[in-house]
Each structure stands twice: as C-alpha cells, then as structure tokens.
C-alpha cells in the first residue's frame, strides 16, 4: 500500500474506529442490562478501554512519521496501556471474582497513568508554544487554582476528615489531587496558541470526560452510591475512544506544529472565564462565612490572594505587550519609525553627556518597487523580513535597528566615530546583498540597499538634522546609481552638477527635470495641480500689482516650483492622516530649504531659489524656517504664499478636506496682517470674483524624476 492509499485509508479509520467503539459501549450496557455473564461484562469493557491503547499506537505509526512529534503520542499511549490493565484488573476483581476492598492493585495503576499524561501533555505544549506565552500559563494557573479549592472543600477536605484507614485515605485523596494536575496541564495545552483541527477538538474531549467522570466517582464514592456499571463507564470509556480517535484522526500531525506568536488573543469568552475564576474563592468565602464553616476560611483566603496576585500578573502582562505591539513592527519584528523617534532624542542626550559620537543610518532596498510589482506584495512581505533578519545580524547587540517605514530601515550606532560611518554602512549594505534572498524554493531575489550616513555632532546635534542629513545622504546614495554608502550631507552642488553632466546635459534640462519633480510631489498629495496653479496664480497677482516683467516671471517659476523640496521628505510623512510628531514636524518645516537648494543649483535661478525659501514665512514673523517678519520677507515670496496657501485649502489632501471656496476666502481674510499680506490677499479674492483664477485642474500622472526622487 503506498503513502497515498494509506492517506485516504487513515481520513477514515477513526470514523471507524469510533463506530465500533460505541458499539461495543452499547454492548456494554446490554449486558448489564441484561444481567449477562461476568466474563462477557469484562470482556466488552476492556475492550473498549484497551483498544484505546491500540489505537494511539496505529496511529502514532501511520499518521507521525517524525520522531520528534511521535514521542507524546507514545507517552500518552503508554498511559492508556496503564489505564486499561487498572480496568483489567478491577472489572476481574470486582465482577469476576467479587472482591470489593478499597483500595485494590487497580488503583496504584490508575493512579499511576496521570503522571503519564501530564507529561504527554507538557510535551505537546512545549512542541506547539512559541516562547514562554506566560499569558496563557497565568490563565490556565488562574482557573486551575480555582478549581482546586473547589476540590479540596468538596472532595479532598471530606476525604481526608473522614473516619477511614490510611491507605483508603490516601487513594480517595489520590484521584482529585492527581486529576487537578492532570486538568491545570490540559488548560494550559486547550488556552495555549496554535491551530486547533479535529485530533485537538478529540483529545480536549478526552481529558474533559475522564476529569468529569473522575470528579463525579469521588462525590459518589463520598455519598456511598457508587455501583460498576452505572453511567460513569460509559463517560469513561467515550473519553478513552476519544483518545484513540484522536491519533487515527489524519489531523493529528498539525497538533504539534509551533504556533505564531500572536496566535492568542484576550477574547470576551475568555475574559468572561477568568473573570468568573477569580471570583470564585471570593463567592464561596462568603458562603462559608454564612454557614458558619470556618474550618477552611485560611484556605479559600490563601486562594484569594493567589487569584489576586495571577491578575494582577496578567494585568501586568497585558500592559507590555500592548507596549510591545505599539513599538514592534509586525511584519519584521523590529522597532517601529514611531520607538525610533522617541529613542533617538535620548541616544543623543546619553552621548551629549558622555561627549561621545553617535551614528544615524538609514538603509533603503533598492528598486522595491519593481519587485512588488514583478513578483507580487507577500514576495515583497519575504523580502523586507529577510533584509530586517540580515540587517540585525549584522548590528551590535547595543546598536538600535528599526523599521523605518516602507522599504526603509533606520539604525542608530552608540560610540561611532565619523571616521567609522562608510565602513558601518558598507558592512549593512554587504551583510544585505552578499546572496540572492530565497523567497521560496523556486524564486531567488538579488536584493541591494542604498544607505545614507550622519553622525553627531558633525552633522548635526539634533534628532532633525541627523535625519535630514541622513535622508539627503541616502538621496544622494539613490542620485549616483544606488547600491552604495554616502556619508554625511552630499547634496552639494558638485555632486548635482555631476549628475548634470551625465544625465541631463544642460540648465535647460536640469529645468525641466525640476518641473517634473515639482509634479510628482503634487502627485502624493492629490489627484489635482498644486504647483502648477500656484504659479499661474502668481503670475496674475504679480501683474495686477504691475510688477515689471522679469519679477512676473520670477513669481511664477518660483511659485510652480515651490513645493518640489517636499521630494526629500519620506511620502509617508506628507500622506499621514493623523497629527505630525515632533520629528516629523520639524522635517516638514524642512521642505522649503531643500526646494532652495535645488532651485540654487541652476544657473540664473539664486533669486527663485530664495523666493521658494521664503514662501512660508509670516508677516507676523512666526513662519519657517527663517523666522523672517513684514517687509524683510520678499514680495514675490509674499505673493507665492498666499497662492499656495488657496491651492492648499482648496485640494483634498491625506490631512484634510477641501474647502469651498467661501470657506477658503474666509480663512485669507482672517489671516490679513498677520500671516498673508493684505494686499496680495485683496488682489487674489479680486480676480477670484472676476473669475480669472479658474479651478484647480486635474493632474496628469507624472512622468517620474527618478533621480531626484528619494524613495523609489
């Protein structure tokens, strides 16, 4: 028979085997019923009980061939072996050879298959649990301590008072200690994480009948109405089928695979659990305090103080791993760009302090984009998870790794000289692209990084400026062919100009290669021009103010270009919903800088570029980022602000709705003499009602400013 047929034979053999199970069960209670035979009674019940045994045994062999995931099988149907010679031996006893003293051999046997099955238990555990999961070990000890008081005042209590000899004692004291072992091993395995098939569902039912039964024996044997052949075999002997079906079933293999590590999760029928777990020691407190039973108050109160202290652990527990989530990126198991944020301040007072260096590196995959595009999202998914697995190798144990955001890692290195930042970066970018990343068996990746280098205090004392200057060093890493390390602020006019001559081949080019930047930052933000009407705008006010046509046309190129600073900013930051932090703030009020720098960089554009450095400056001298107040503040500048301020407000944007434009023209109007000028804002809501501005018109997509794009 090959593996194929024995497969197919396996997905019903436990039906099977259940079938003739309960028939034989049936038997069972037919003959008693029907005052049958001893010999028949025995037969039909060890049967039951010791086919369980078999039935482990088949299939540990058919349905586990690894060793590794076979040994609690074995262990558990070595504990069933235990089991069935203790029926054995008190159904001969008992109903053969009608011996009735308590205790018997049978029950060192019985008593001696739980240990068995605690340790079959623990090993299933330890092969499904990622990690410690203290949160399920503390929700399992919760219930299992609960439950355990509730056994020592209803059935170990009343069995160790009673007026019996020792060893009668010991054994009826024996079950519900041995079952209460067995029952908080089986809540941690049930509450654990991992997959649940149909072998899990059957084995849960195993362990749930025989503590039923076992619980129910103790009471029965306590009131003295216990009888063999009452209900209680058939709960026992459904609980040993269940074992059996549980190892035929073909699902058995999957009980042991580990568990993903956010598997659990704190759900309402799980809380209602333990919440009523907990407040069980202090429910039947109060019912012994109204009975006037006093004798076990110390042991209900130690269970009090028990309960409480597993809350408050699980509380505890609860509380870091909401802080882990909040500052653990989910896909890469790194710190999040948010923990970056906040650590980076506190690396660079440490150093400040110790009047040490401190590096900041941001690391960037080549062409992302492509591979998702190429070979699908979950290949990217394999990607970044293998670039953060090699990039944490390759850091010190004290060095600080994040996920930065999108394809982009940031690390902070304590200590690092500025004459060692290449050589950091070279050992990140190597440690990446020594080999092809394995997205699955068929499918190999080269992958390569670019990396932007800073270090403190060289290129800067602060969290902003190590970012930016890091960030612009990776623009210029992507700008000179990517796969390369550029330490410290290279955005120099040498390189650019470099870069001129290579690829682009004149100021006229260069020009254009800045329009089509300018278009693509407006592309992050919205389906409509921005820059493009800006400049327009600017145009028409320059005129109506009859400025000469030289500044006309020094508005309207600085207005069209105003915003293309915004393209060494992360998108991510420019397409964020919710409030800027303090970093990304700051990196924000950036934009209009870096829109100068570049502007500098063509010939003839050194007044452009001072107009797009002053666009958000106010007139009451609380813009950015010069600081810059009234008169001191360009006009073209003026003007430019004031356009791009309408555009704004009138463009759906990731931050915020459109206005109408009555709602617009309200806002210029209260901004007059303090942020806008007066008479530029006169001017623009004049042409506005003559129906000369027009609306924003629909952006075409862009052709992509590759090099001047710092993500990609």
Partial sequence: MDTRQVTRAGNSWWLTYLGAGIAVIAGYYVAVHLNAPALLRVILYCLASASAAVAVFVGCLVNLPARRSRLPWLILGASQVVYATADICFYVAHDIQNDT???????????????????????????????????????????????????????????????????????????????????AVALRLILGPGRRPGSFMLLGANLFLIFAADTIYVMQ??????????????????????????????????????????????????????????????????????????????????????LFMLTIGRLAGLVAEQRRLAITDVLTGLHTRRFFSAQLPIEITRARRAGTNLAVLIVDVDHFKSINDKHGHPAGDQVLIEVARRLRESVRANDFLARYGGEEFAIVVPGANPQELGAIGERLRTEVGTSPIAVNPDLLIDVTVSVGTAGYPRHGSTPAELITTADRALYAAKFQGRDRVVVGDTLTEDIVVAAVDSAV????????????????????????????????????????????????????????????????????????????????????????????????????????AEIIHQHHERLDGRGYPLGLSGDTIRLEARIVAVCDSWAAMLADRPYHAALTQAEAAAELQHGKGSQFDPIVVDHLLELHREGLLGGLRKLAQPARAVPLQARS
Avoid at 104 to 130: K, N, S
Avoid at 234 to 263: M, Y
Wanted: include cysteine; charge should be negative.
């Fill in 221 to 306: 044997q306590l009131a003295g109405t216990y009888y063999a052949g009452n209900f209680l075999d058939a709960i026992w002997l459904a609980g040993n089928l269940a074992l059996g079906a549980a190892a035929l079933h073909p699902t058995v293999g999957r009980i042991t695979e580990r568990a993903s590590a956010d598997d659990m999760r704190l759900t309402p029928v799980r809380l209602a659990v333990l919440a009523a777990a907990a407040l069980i020691a202090p429910v039947a407190l109060v019912i012994q305090f109204s009975l006037g039973m006093f004798r076990d108050i110390p042991v209900i109160a130690a269970a009090c103080a028990v």
């Fill in 505 to 608: 081949g004149s100021a006229n080019d260069l020009l254009a290669y800045l329009h089509r930047a300018a278009d693509e930052v407006d592309s992050w933000l919205s389906e409509v021009e921005h820059g493009r009407a800006v400049g327009r705008w600017s145009a028409l006010i320059a005129s109506a103010m009859s400025l000469d046509d030289a500044t006309v046309r020094r508005t309207e190129l600085a207005g069209r270009l105003c915003d293309m600073g915004k393209v060494m900013i992360p998108q991510s930051v420019w397409r964020k919903a919710g409030a800027l932090s303090k970093t990304e703030r700051q990196l924000v009020d950036q934009h209009a800088r870096f829109g100068c720098d570049m502007a500098r960089l063509v010939p003839g554009l050194a007044d452009v």
């Fill in 101 to 183: 003293d308590y205790p018997a051999i049978a029950d060192p046997l019985y008593l001696g298959h739980y240990p068995l099955v605690v340790v079959g238990l623990i090993l299933l555990i330890r092969l499904r649990t990622p990690g410690r999961d203290l949160a399920s070990l503390l929700d399992a000890a919760t219930i299992a301590v609960a439950a355990a008081m509730l056994s020592w005042l209803y059935l170990i209590a009343p069995q160790a008072r009673a007026d019996e000899p020792l060893l009668v004692k010991l054994a009826s004291v024996g079950y519900p200690v041995m079952d209460i072992a067995m029952f």
